[in-house]
Every structure is written in C-alpha cells, then in structure tokens.
C-alpha cells in the first residue's frame, strides 16, 4: 500500500471520530468543540490536497455552481462556531458560475478560519461579480496581513506555525485550475480595514 | 403549539432511510436527522438491509455512506438501484464521504448521486443542503417523471421551460434535455444541442453527451476523437473511457478496448459494471484468463451480497470451461444455482452448466441442466443465453433444438452482423460446420419472405390473412421491428376495413408501443399513428 493511500484511509477514520464529536458538540451547543472538531477536519482536507498538488493530481472538476448558496451554507456553518459577528454581502452575486465545488468550499473556509483567529468583531464573506470574474471574499476587522505576506511573490508564500502559507499556498493553486481560455484564476490580499482575502474566479 | 409550528419545515414529513456500516455512524447521523424534525427514519447497516427496507415501504431521502465495508461502498448500491428501478428519479439520494476525490469519480450521470455530503458536516448545514436539493427536486419533479415513464420527448420538452427561465436550475435542465435527446434517438438533434452547449462552455458531461450522440449517428470515428480529447482534458470523467471501450469492442478492436478499460480500472478501481464490461470484450476476444481475473474480483466483492450478478458466475464458469477446468466451472455453476429460485430458473445459468457437466464427464447432470435450460420461454432469451443454450444442444447431440434457437436468434435481429458471426462461430465450433455456411442466410431469406408474402397478401385486399402471417412472426420475435411494426399497421388496417375487434386492438397497440419503446424514432411509426388516428374518427363517428 502506498502511504498516500494509507493516509487517506487514516484520515477518512479520524473525519469519522470527528464527525461524531461535532455531532455530539452541536446537539448540547458547543461551540468550542464544535469548532476544534470541524477546524481539525478542514486541517486532514488541506494536507490530502496540497500532497494532490504537490503530485500534479489536484484536479479540478468544473460545473455549474449557485456561489450564494455556498457563502450561505459556510456563513451558518461559521455562525455556530463562533461568538464573532459573521454575515453574507451577496446582493451582487450571479446565480451562476462555473466552479468546483468541493476546492473553492475548501478554500474559502480556510480563509475564514484564518479570519477568525485575527478579527476584532466580524468576518464578512461575499459573493459578486466584477467585470467578468466571480469575486468570492473574506474580510476581517482584525489588524490585517503583515507586510512580508501582501509583499510575495504568489507560490511562495512564507509558511507559519498556523497553517497560514498553507492555505494560501493551496489557494492559489486551486485559483489556478479554474481557467477559461486565457484566463486563470487568481488569489489577491488586501488590508482595508482588516484583512481582505480575494478568490478571483474567470466567468 | 410550538411542537406543531416545528414541524413546518419542507423536510419533516419526509422519509429517510440511513445506510452506514458502522453503528456508531448510524445513530449519530440518525440524532441529527431526528433533531430537524423528521421522524420517519429508516437505518440500515448494510446493502440487503437496505434493500430489504426499500421493499418494505418508499422512502424520500437515502443518505448513504460511501464506504459500506466488506468490498461494497455506495456508488455500486446506487448504480444497483438505478438500473433495477428499485427507486425513482424523485428519490434524494445523498452520498456521504469523508473526502471527495479519491471515490467520487465521474460515471454515468444516470448512476451519479444528487449530492455528495462532506464529513463532518452539522446537522444545520444538513438542513441546509436539504432545503436546496429538494427544492431542487420540486422544480425538476415533472420533468424526473416523464423521465421514469420513459417519455423522452416529454421530457425534453419540458427542460425547455426551465431553460428559458434561465435560472439556477438551466444547467442541470440542459443535461438533462441533452441525454434525453440521446434516449429518443433524436442523434441530429442532440449533436446541435450539445455543439450548442459546448459553445458556451467546455463542459465535460456535454462532451460526453455529444460523444454518445455521434455514435448514435453512426460516426463512430468522430465519437473516438471526442472522447479522446475529453479524457485528456478530465481524466477522472471514467464513463468516457467506458464509451470509447465500447466504441473500440464494437469496430472489433478488442485489444484498444481493453487498455482503455484498464485505464479506467486504474481512475476507479472499484467499479463491478467496469470489471464485467472488460469480462465481455476479453470474452469475444477469447482472453478467458483475463475474463477469469475480472469477474473473480466481481464475484469474490459480491459472492454473499445482493449486488451478486447470476450472469458473472455463468460467464465466468463459461471461461473455466474454456482453459480446460470444467470440474471448478461445475463447482461454481451448482454453487451459483444454489443461491436461489432466480438464479435455478436463469437460462444462461443452465445452459452453461449443461455444458460444463459434459466437459467434466457428468452426462445426467447435464441432460437435466438442458432440460432447465430448454424450459425458458424462447422470445425472452437474451442472446448470450439463446447463444450458449444453443452450443449446450449442439454438444448434446440435439442439432434440431440448435437450429430452432439459432434461426429465431437470427430472424430477431436481421440487421445485427456481429450477432450473425458469433452464431456462425458456435455452429461452426460444435461440431455443425455445414450448417454454420447457410443458416444465418437462409434464415433471413425466410423472414424476408415472409414479411413481403404478408406485404402482397395485404396489398391483395387479404388484410386478416397478412395480420395473422405479421402477428405469430412478431410473438416469436418481438425484437424484429420490422416485423413489429408492420404487424401493427396490417392489424390496424385490418380493423380500419373489418370493424373494430378489441383483441386486435389490443394486439396491434401492443406492437405499436414496443415498437416506440424499443426505437422511438422508427420510421414507420409516424404511419402508424396516421393510421391509429383514422381508426379512432372511424368508429367515433359511427358510436
């Protein structure tokens, strides 16, 4: 057996333990253990696909999407998880557009998880369209990215004890995989008022 | 008062069945279905539980979980359910996995679960996901009804609705007007429908749909190139791979059809339809090791499961006798009619048991196997089993019993040319040669004639003569639509001229559907109706 196979088979066992403890957390409302159960998980999600990558085998399997239903769906799943004010901005958001489901999941829940260990009261998480892309965003009201992170070059992002380099290196790869023609899709940073993380999707 | 106010969610009178291996999974997933309100839920702990609950009374919802132990995971249930009809199109049915990836791969969309739910999940986000694919259901619930009665046209007519609201719901009803184009044989229609798409957007599935479409067509050629790209492009799109073996098996190239297959086992190892798609191309290419080492797999995941096939043991028993080793080809064959009143009554099964007791030397056994065998209703036999139903008489001395089986296999499908050389070849390999030189010829010499014999006898103004000539030929061989549908018009006239007679009536629209069943585009069809249609103002008038 190869340890790629191995892995997944272990991870597959640990998402069933953690599948029973976030069971378990939600039915007595806890949220800390909620949310140390399903971050945990998230964790297993983001090393499978970086090895994926890593192995050129991270694909991406690009169908029709309704983006609003997927903010939706991670603002409630966030909203249990957190003390933090967490809404959805999704008045511009297209009622379609072309995407993986699963790898942009993946992503932007990283992000917010990244959000909510710098922001002061809220995470936003939008959807819209800009001049042909499908911008999906998570901003906080914490003290925003340090300068060596906006600073790099994509692809090389400094890795910290967090995870963070990790899940933005993963982003871009995953931006990467979602072209039309010419195309591709991009990872942008941004400090406005806190930390705002931009997965920019082409039409 | 708040109980009841509880209970108005789109979900709570719904019906879920929960199918988990392990126990622990079960009741978690059974708490937080419960804890949205839904009181009906159904567990079941492995597939012929399941099964057995789904016989028991319907269900709306079936949360499934991929991994269901002992070989079997839930895409092979859920391919087993579908090609059994066991559940509906309106049936949810959600696949719940740990990781998306690694087991999710691309097959027919027919076999595709309506979602896949990602542990660990909260029983909100559950609820969520709930909300939106059963409103999803509603919105496409005419249109998976016209789907289930197999009316195609229907169907695709009614995605023009949704298409031309153009809203969340246009993708799946363009891929779903798309394959039920395909499913009408409207090929023409369906390649503009899917170009049409693709020029939008380089969608996989629409590929793959143009693909069929083109094979439908009769452009086998273009269909490789298509699938060809698309591999190419979405390597984990496996139904692909299968098309282009089953292009590659039909042009004869089984060596092609195998590797390509092959490939796809490396994509998807655990697929049974894949494993018995390369058992049949090694078996027509003679490659009975390789038959062996498929359907050992099959048999050795499905042996003690409902998803066991009675075929596989059959097939593979064939290709014990094949490399010489009838006594484990016997020992398979009594194992496999042992499993029960199914599979004692399955022609194919007796067939190729007859002829591995004779290879072993068992001459009784085999003589009462025959006799099994030959106990089937003859017009239902599928073509492996009339095939191997007929070697097994040919070994048995009975030439007389061969022919009778191999002339109806032949006067059934008059056009089918592969057909026609496996049934030279079993002539010719058990000891007929003689025979094997004229009678697929012959046979379709006399069908032919028959048919123009009842054509003249109709133009003649003998319009009962004709439909009883049309009417025994198309009970004898209800896969000639030729002959079907020419019964249909000649008892239809028949009944035009000499007065309405029910039994006719019942007999010619009879013909008339499994004529549109089998070929919904059959030229004569249109005639057919036109002439339904004067039938019908005829006697309305004179009621």
Redesign the interface.
């Known amino acids: 057996m190869e340890f790629v196979d191995l892995a997944?088979l272990t991870?597959?066992g640990v998402?069933?333990r953690?599948?029973?403890?976030?069971?378990?957390a939600?039915?007595r409302g806890d949220r800390e253990t909620?949310r140390d159960?399903?971050e945990a998980?998230a964790t297993l999600?983001r090393l499978?696909a970086c090895y994926?990558a890593e192995k050129g085998q991270l694909?991406a399997?690009?169908?029709?999407c309704?983006p609003a239903?997927l903010v939706?769906?991670l603002v409630?799943?966030v909203r249990?998880q957190t003390a933090l004010t967490i809404s959805a901005e999704l008045e511009s958001a297209p009622?379609?557009w072309?995407y993986d489901e699963?790898l942009i999941r993946m992503v932007i829940r990283d992000a917010i998880y990244n959000a909510l260990r710098y922001a002061r009261r809220e995470v936003i998480i939008a959807a819209r369209t800009r001049a042909g892309w499908l911008d999906l965003g998570v901003r906080d009201d914490g003290p925003g990215y340090p300068p060596q992170i906006l600073a790099r070059a994509a692809g090389s992002w400094p890795l910290s004890r967090e995870g963070t380099g990790l899940g933005l290196y993963l982003a871009d790869r995953v931006a990467a995989l979602h072209c039309?023609g010419e195309r591709h899709g991009r990872v942008e940073l941004a400090n406005s008022g806190g930390a705002a993380f931009h997965l920019l999707l082409p039409e | 008062m708040r109980a009841h106010m509880a209970q108005q969610t789109p979900y709570s009178d719904k019906r879920f069945l929960i199918l988990d291996d392990q126990a622990e999974m079960r009741s978690s997933l059974r708490s937080q279905v419960g804890s949205l309100g839904c009181e009906q839920v159904t567990t079941a702990a492995s597939v012929r539980d399941a099964l057995q609950k789904l016989s028991v009374g319907s269900v709306d919802v079936i949360l499934c979980d991929f991994y269901l132990g002992g070989g079997t995971d839930g895409q092979q249930f859920l391919e087993y359910l579908r090609t059994r009809r066991i559940i509906g199109r309106g049936v949810l049915f959600i696949m719940v996995t740990a990781e998306k990836g690694y087991e999710s791969v691309v097959t027919a969309a027919e076999c595709l679960p309506d979602d896949y739910l990602l542990k660990p999940f909260t029983a909100d986000a559950l609820r969520q996901r709930l909300e939106r694919l059963l409103e999803r259901k509603r919105r496409l619930a005419r249109i998976d009804q016209l789907q289930d009665a197999g009316n195609w046209i229907g169907a695709a007519s009614a995605c023009d609705e949704i298409i031309a609201a153009r809203d969340r719901y246009l993708v799946d009803a363009l891929r779903i007007k798309g394959n039920a184009l395909v499913q009408a044989r409207q090929a023409d229609n369906a390649i503009a429908f899917y170009r049409q798409v693709l020029s939008m957007r380089p969608l996989p599935w629409a590929k793959l749909g143009l693909a069929r479409a083109l094979q439908q067509q009769g452009s086998a050629e273009a269909a490789k190139q298509v699938l060809g790209e698309l591999i190419d492009a979405a390597p984990k799109l496996t139904a692909a791979y299968d098309l282009l073996g089953k292009l590659h098996q039909d042009s004869g190239n089984t060596d092609a059809a195998i590797e390509i297959l092959d490939k796809a086992c490396r994509v998807a190892p655990n697929s049974l339809a894949r494993q018995r798609s390369i058992a049949a191309v090694a078996e027509q290419k003679g490659d009975f090791a390789r038959v062996e080492q498929a359907l050992g797999q099959v048999i050795r995941k499905t042996r003690h499961s409902p998803l066991r096939e009675t075929a596989d043991f059959a097939r593979l028993g064939n290709a014990y006798c094949e490399m010489g080793e009838a006594g484990k080809a016997v020992d398979l064959l009594e194992e496999a009619r042992a499993t029960g009143k199914e599979a004692a009554a399955d022609p194919l099964l007796a067939a190729v048991e007859a002829i591995a007791q004779k290879k072993a030397g068992n001459a009784e056994k085999a003589a009462a196997a025959l006799e099994r065998a030959l106990q089937a209703d003859p017009a239902a036999l599928t073509d492996d089993a009339a095939l191997n139903l007929a070697r097994a008489c040919l070994l048995a001395g009975r030439q007389d019993s061969a022919q009778g089986i191999l002339r109806r296999l032949v006067q059934g499908n008059p056009e089918a040319k592969q057909l026609h050389e496996r049934i030279t070849a079993v002539l010719r390999d058990n000891g007929a040669p003689d025979l094997a030189e004229q009678l697929v010829a012959e046979s379709i010499r006399e069908i032919v004639q028959l048919n123009n014999e009842a054509v003249r006898r109709a133009k003649a103004g003998d319009v009962a003569a004709a439909g009883e000539m049309l009417c025994e030929a198309a009970h004898r061989l209800p896969t000639n639509l030729q002959i079907m549908a020419n019964a249909a018009l000649v008892v239809y006239l028949d009944i035009f001229r000499n007065g309405l007679d029910s039994e006719k009536l019942r007999s010619a629209q009879a013909f008339q559907q499994a004529v549109q069943a089998q070929q919904p585009n059959h030229p004569k069809l249109a005639e057919i109706a036109a002439l339904v249609e004067q039938v019908r103002s005829k006697y309305a008038r004179s009621d």
């Open positions: 997944a991870v597959h998402k069933n953690l599948a029973i403890l976030a069971a378990r939600e039915a909620l159960a399903l998980a999600s499978l994926k694909t399997d690009i169908e029709a309704t239903d939706a769906e409630a799943e249990q009622e379609l072309f699963h039309n």
